[in-house]
């Protein structure tokens, strides 16, 4: 580093290393095996900018005072694989298998908006062209990791939450309660795939009262903590909860999604805001709909961006248009959040209005996302 | 998708159903003289319901003004959410494609309800699998916040364009308008006999329009309160008179051309041949009027309940005699009666094409229904309801405004026709 454009940094310095000195090793060596992710509140600093191809592990250190992620995307914000939930003072690795091609490195402090990127060069053994079907065995592998990566923070962030309950910690309780939702909702799909576990996760008192049963999960937690303002009761609920959240993301990952069932999962996830979130249904005692709303809708991008290259194949149209209404989607939903805090407005603060803009933009988007699932099809 | 590629294409909805009802429609359709093909082999002789047959789409004007009113109406309005010129352009043109296959009969898109790809979901939404074209009719009409924003700014791109006479509705004594039940950048109104005809017209060309237009409100009719041609009989509205005797029928020419469409000398250029189209959403005290003597009614309204006379004398068709007086002396025709305010004589000669419908969207939860009418006229300029309506409005005139209240409003400029070719409003972006 004894350029005199050091004071550029190191990402730049990388990336003009790359173009001049492709033949002077020395300087732009490329890493492979394993990286360091020194992760700040205003910073995201990757050991090395240029990779082999193959297995490679990123150590994530945060060294912030708020929780971070590390993502690694692909082109689109395809998600090569992430680790949630990294608390200030932590490490946690991640191992990446990645093909030939430009990703980026992204660190998400306080865990909101498009994170602090950096480029990342994988050179090496061309990957194969894939065939179709490959091509789907890689999306839904990829989409694999994602929910991987969801259900361990799921797991964790539901232990925090269960935790509070018990401890009859309500003010801490109310704070986690949508946040280990988050993780909830992004995968949602996985979660419906397994019929009668769903409903006494994620059921809602009516439907119990209907059906006869007991009122039982995060719903019935939810209740007592914003009607009764209290946890009494809750201790055998709580503990169900994290039963039943164990229980099925070891069958989500004993029984990972097909790729037409990701196309017909990216789907469900809107129509569960559309009928869910939209009307502040969901979360009926605690208005944490927003916190909702916005996992269904990177679940869904999640599982869109793991078919982006079957979808960029065969209908490069239908990839524009999704990126074009996800974005808009993004545009309406963000205003709504605080991005010092992260917390997200209750539903029982929005205006009508901007609930009909919120429901214009899900209606938009939704109807290329309905496309996706016969492209898929049509690819298998 | 362009305008001009989806003329004569489509899939029939008829065509799914068995050999006999394609034979007797086939057969309707050809004695009506719209040209189509026989079946190869003679069917017998069928008599077929003339309110099942298709209304042409094309024409100078478009349909659903002068066309014989159907019984039902699906009406919507909608907000554009789109700012983008070339959108919006696409949107009329994948509307007009849309429409004319409905109006013809047949199914949405190349493939239809259930020809595509079973993973995809069905172009069309299927519901009018196997009914008649019902005489749909499609109709739209484009309101002021399509032509500028609420701060007066242009919108896509149609500086100058925006007819002097698309002004926002005067407010009138006794309105009580819901802001979410009034305006809208867009209005389509889909007219048919068949009710789930006209909700499928509207809902299909909704779902075309996600994330560049947005409902704003809706509303179903039935039981057309207006005859549109003296071949129709006078229908009813929920007070359960005869509504629309003294309509503009479309046998006359010379008040349909004066009154109805507007003319070169008006302006601007691209509605010349169109329309403009207001509607009013009047809620009816449905239980309060029950309670009014037949007497009453009849003052009220100025015409005998049974008949639809005027209460000067004579038959529903005969002239009305405002100088008449009854036998205590009194004017026969009641100086606040609804006929003698709304009629040409009071009102500088004024006329309007009126459409309107009934409608009952349930009850309000204190027992009442909630009932009214649909109120939907066409007039070469809006002067032409502004002054009947300031002769009715407030509780010093119409004496039905005791019984009513008016709680939506529009204004729509309505485009003229489109050739085979052409889509609507194609004159705005030449």
Same mark, same amino acid.
């Given at each position: 580093?004894?350029?005199?454009?050091?004071?550029?940094?190191?990402?730049?310095?990388?990336?003009?290393?790359?173009?001049?000195?492709?033949?002077?090793?020395?300087?732009?060596?490329?890493?492979?095996?394993?990286?360091?992710?020194?992760?700040?509140?205003?910073?995201?600093?990757?050991?090395?900018?240029?990779?082999?191809?193959?297995?490679?592990? $990123?150590?994530?250190?945060?060294?912030?005072?708020?929780?971070?992620?590390?993502?690694?995307?692909?082109?689109?914000?395809?998600?090569?694989?992430?680790?949630?939930?990294?608390?200030?003072?932590?490490?946690?690795?991640?191992?990446?298998?990645?093909?030939?091609?430009?990703?980026?490195?992204?660190?998400?402090?306080?865990?909101?908006?498009?994170?602090?990127?950096?480029?990342?060069?994988?050179?090496?053994?061309?990957?194969?062209?894939?065939?179709?079907?490959?091509?789907l065995t890689a999306a839904a592998d990829s989409y694999a990791r994602y929910v991987k990566s969801q259900s361990d923070a799921l797991i964790v962030k539901t232990e925090e939450f269960v935790d509070a309950v018990k401890a009859g910690d309500v003010d801490e309780a109310?704070?986690?309660?949508?946040?280990?939702?988050?993780?909830?909702? &992004?995968?949602?799909?996985?979660?419906?795939?397994?019929?009668?576990?769903?409903?006494?996760?994620?059921? &809602?008192?009516?439907?119990?009262? *209907?059906?006869?049963?007991? $009122?039982?999960?995060?719903?019935?937690?939810?209740?007592?903590?914003?009607?009764?303002?209290?946890?009494?009761?809750?201790?055998?609920?709580?503990?169900?909860?994290?039963?039943?959240?164990?229980?099925?993301?070891?069958?989500?990952?004993?029984?990972?999604?097909?790729?037409?069932?990701? *196309?017909?999962?990216?789907?469900?996830?809107?129509?569960?805001?559309?009928?869910?979130?939209?009307?502040?249904?969901?979360?009926?005692?605690?208005?944490?709909?927003?916190?909702?709303?916005?996992?269904?809708?990177?679940?869904?991008?999640?599982?869109?961006?793991?078919? &982006?290259?079957?979808?960029?194949?065969?209908?490069?149209?239908?990839?524009?248009?999704?990126?074009?209404? $996800?974005?808009?989607?993004?545009?309406?939903?963000?205003?709504?959040?605080?991005?010092?805090?992260?917390?997200?407005?209750?539903?029982?603060?929005?205006?009508?209005?901007?609930?009909?803009?919120?429901?214009?933009?899900?209606?938009?988007?939704?109807?290329?996302?309905?496309?996706?699932?016969?492209?898929?099809?049509?690819?298998? | 998708?362009?305008?001009?590629?989806?003329?004569?294409?489509?899939?029939?909805?008829?065509?799914?159903?068995?050999?006999?009802?394609?034979?007797?429609?086939?057969?309707?359709?050809?004695?009506?003289?719209?040209?189509?093909?026989?079946?190869?082999?003679?069917?017998?002789?069928?008599?077929?319901?003339?309110?099942?047959?298709?209304?042409?789409?094309?024409?100078?004007?478009?349909?659903?003004?002068?066309?014989?009113?159907?019984?039902?109406?699906?009406?919507?309005?909608?907000?554009?959410?789109?700012?983008?010129?070339?959108?919006?352009?696409?949107?009329?043109?994948?509307?007009?494609?849309?429409?004319?296959?409905?109006?013809?009969?047949?199914?949405?898109?190349?493939?239809?309800?259930?020809?595509?790809s079973p993973y995809s979901p069905p172009e069309d939404t299927g519901e009018a699998l196997g009914l008649p074209p019902s005489g749909l009719t499609i109709t739209i009409g484009f309101g002021r916040g399509m032509f500028v924003d609420d701060k007066g700014k242009a919108?896509?791109?149609?500086?100058?364009?925006?007819?002097?006479?698309?002004?926002?509705?005067?407010?009138?004594?006794?309105?009580?308008?819901?802001?979410?039940?009034?305006?809208?950048?867009?209005?389509?109104?889909?007219?048919?006999?068949?009710?789930?005809?006209?909700?499928?017209?509207?809902?299909?060309?909704?779902?075309?329009?996600?994330?560049?237009?947005?409902?704003?409100?809706?509303?179903?009719?039935?039981?057309?309160?207006?005859?549109?041609?003296?071949?129709?009989?006078?229908?009813?509205?929920?007070?359960?008179?005869?509504?629309?005797?003294?309509? !503009?029928?479309?046998?006359?020419?010379?008040?349909?051309d004066d009154f109805v469409w507007v003319h070169q000398e008006d302006g601007p250029a691209w509605l010349v041949g169109g329309s403009y189209l207001v509607t009013r959403k009047i809620d009816m005290r449905i239980e309060t009027w029950d309670r009014e003597s037949l007497?009453?009614?009849?003052?009220?309204?100025?015409?005998?309940?049974?008949?639809?006379?005027?209460?000067?004398?004579?038959?529903?068709?005969?002239?009305?005699?405002?100088?008449?007086?009854?036998?205590?002396?009194?004017?026969?025709?009641?100086?606040?009666?609804?006929?003698?305010?709304?009629?040409?004589?009071?009102?500088?000669?004024?006329?309007?094409?009126?459409?309107?419908?009934?409608?009952?969207?349930?009850?309000?939860?204190?027992?009442?229904?909630?009932?009214?009418?649909?109120?939907?006229?066409?007039?070469?300029?809006?002067?032409?309801?502004?002054?009947?309506?300031?002769?009715?409005?407030?509780?010093?005139?119409?004496?039905?405004?005791?019984? !009513?209240?008016?709680?939506?409003?529009?204004?729509?400029?309505?485009?003229?026709?489109?050739?085979?070719?052409?889509?609507?409003?194609?004159?705005?972006?030449?």
């Open positions: 580093m004894k350029s005199p454009l050091a004071t550029l940094g190191v990402l730049t310095i990388a990336a003009l290393s790359l173009a001049a000195c492709a033949s002077d090793p020395s300087e732009s060596k490329s890493a492979s095996g394993d990286l360091t992710v020194q992760a700040t509140d205003s910073e995201c600093t990757v050991s090395a900018s240029k990779l082999d191809a193959g297995p490679a592990t $990123f150590k994530v250190t945060n060294k912030g005072s708020k929780v971070t992620e590390f993502y690694v995307y692909a082109d689109g914000d395809r998600i090569m694989g992430e680790v949630e939930n990294v608390g200030p003072g932590l490490s946690r690795n991640l191992v990446v298998d990645l093909p030939k091609g430009t990703y980026e490195g992204a660190c998400k402090p306080g865990m909101i908006g498009d994170g602090i990127r950096q480029t990342l060069t994988v050179t090496g053994e061309a990957a194969k062209p894939l065939s179709d079907s490959e091509e109310k704070t986690l309660f949508p946040i280990a939702r988050t993780y909830w909702e &992004r995968i949602e799909p996985v979660a419906e795939k397994f019929g009668d576990l769903d409903p006494i996760t994620d059921g &809602r008192e009516p439907d119990a009262i *209907a059906e006869g049963v007991d $009122f039982t999960g995060w719903h019935r937690i939810e209740k007592q903590l914003w009607v009764e303002n209290n946890t009494e009761g809750m201790d055998v609920y709580a503990d169900q909860l994290l039963d039943n959240v164990k229980q099925i993301v070891q069958l989500g990952q004993d029984a990972p999604l097909t790729a037409l069932e990701l *196309a017909q999962g990216s789907k469900g996830l809107l129509d569960e805001v559309a009928t869910g979130k939209i009307t502040g249904e969901e979360d009926e005692f605690s208005h944490t709909d927003l916190w909702d709303f916005k996992a269904n809708i990177e679940g869904s991008q999640a599982a869109i961006a793991s078919l &982006r290259p079957v979808l960029e194949e065969k209908d490069p149209e239908l990839v524009k248009q999704l990126d074009a209404q $996800f974005k808009a989607v993004d545009e309406e939903l963000n205003q709504h959040q605080d991005t010092t805090t992260g917390e997200w407005t209750f539903y029982d603060k929005l205006t009508k209005d901007e609930v009909k803009a919120l429901s214009d933009a899900v209606a938009a988007l939704s109807e290329p996302i309905s496309q996706v699932a016969a492209v898929v099809a049509s690819s298998a | 998708m362009s305008a001009d590629d989806g003329a004569g294409r489509g899939l029939s909805r008829r065509r799914l159903l068995g050999a006999a009802g394609l034979g007797a429609l086939a057969a309707g359709t050809a004695g009506a003289g719209a040209g189509y093909a026989m079946a190869d082999t003679s069917p017998p002789p069928v008599v077929v319901d003339p309110d099942a047959l298709p209304i042409r789409f094309e024409g100078v004007h478009q349909a659903g003004i002068v066309t014989p009113s159907q019984d039902r109406l699906y009406f919507v309005a909608l907000d554009l959410t789109t700012e983008d010129r070339n959108s919006l352009i696409a949107l009329l043109k994948q509307w007009t494609v849309a429409a004319r296959q409905m109006t013809q009969g047949n199914d949405v898109g190349e493939m239809g309800a259930v020809g595509g919108r896509f791109g149609l500086d100058g364009l925006l007819p002097d006479r698309l002004t926002d509705m005067p407010s009138f004594s006794g309105d009580r308008l819901d802001d979410a039940l009034s305006g809208g950048d867009i209005a389509i109104q889909a007219c048919a006999n068949d009710p789930q005809v006209a909700v499928h017209a509207v809902r299909n060309l909704v779902r075309i329009a996600f994330g560049r237009a947005s409902v704003r409100y809706s509303q179903m009719g039935f039981g057309r309160t207006s005859s549109t041609s003296s071949a129709q009989v006078t229908a009813r509205n929920l007070f359960g008179f005869k509504d629309g005797t003294n309509n !503009i029928k479309v046998e006359e020419k010379k008040a349909v007497t009453g009614q009849q003052a009220i309204m100025g015409r005998t309940k049974g008949s639809g006379g005027p209460m000067s004398g004579g038959d529903e068709f005969a002239a009305i005699d405002f100088d008449a007086t009854n036998e205590d002396g009194e004017p026969a025709i009641d100086l606040k009666s609804h006929v003698r305010l709304a009629h040409p004589d009071f009102n500088n000669g004024a006329k309007l094409l009126r459409r309107g419908y009934n409608f009952v969207d349930g009850s309000n939860g204190l027992g009442q229904l909630s009932a009214g009418l649909f109120f939907i006229s066409y007039q070469r300029d809006p002067a032409q309801f502004v002054q009947i309506q300031r002769s009715l409005a407030g509780l010093n005139n119409d004496l039905l405004n005791e019984y !009513i209240v008016h709680v939506g409003s529009g204004l729509f400029a309505c485009p003229p026709g489109v050739g085979p070719t052409g889509y609507w409003g194609e004159k705005l972006f030449a």
